[in-house]
């Protein structure tokens, strides 16, 4: 079954979002397989946002990803990859759709509440840099039947 990598930044921590997210995901269809609430190390935000070193932002992207605990979680089921990507929305607020959790809460491309695996090779990577297999739970809610034919 397809996983996905999500991050509730510090942002989504400190506005009391973290049950909002979840309830969204849980809503959808999809299972929680790994959660845990963390303080990022420099060392593993940097990895994280590896592909962005070049850019201008990355310092304060790692400042921030730094600065105060992030919940990290593993999602599992059909299409997860791509779908949480929709029910996150655009990466500037300001321009991502209503209804996804950056068009309801965010205003700033930099404190934009959640980060999703962008596809199914970079949740692998992402899962493995932030979870060890023993921290990962393989179950089946009995909800199964109803969500897929
Ligand atoms: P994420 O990786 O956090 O899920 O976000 P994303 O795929 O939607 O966007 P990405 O291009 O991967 O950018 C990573 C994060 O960097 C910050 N950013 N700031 N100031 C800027 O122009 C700028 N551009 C990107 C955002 O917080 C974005 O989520
Ligand atoms: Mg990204």
């Known amino acids: 079954m397809e996983r996905t990598f999500l991050m509730i930044k510090p942002d989504g921590v400190q506005r009391n979002l973290v049950g909002e997210v979840i309830r969204r995901f849980e809503a959808k269809g999809f299972t929680l397989v790994g959660l845990k609430l963390i303080k990022v190390s420099r060392t593993l935000a940097e990895q994280h946002y ?67 695996s962008d596809a199914t090779e970079t949740a692998q990577r992402e899962i493995s840099l932030w979870f060890t297999e023993d921290e990962l739970v393989s179950w089946e809610p009995n909800l199964t039947p109803w969500l897929y034919e």
């Open 50 to 116: 590896d592909i962005h070193k070049e850019r201008p932002f990355f310092g304060s992207l790692v400042d921030f990803i730094t600065s105060s605990p992030v919940v990290a979680m593993v999602w599992e089921g059909d299409g997860v990859v791509a779908s949480a990507r929709k029910i996150i929305g655009a990466t500037n607020p300001l321009t991502s759709e209503p209804g996804t959790i950056r068009g309801d809460y965010g205003v700033s491309i930099g404190r934009n509440l959640i980060h999703g």
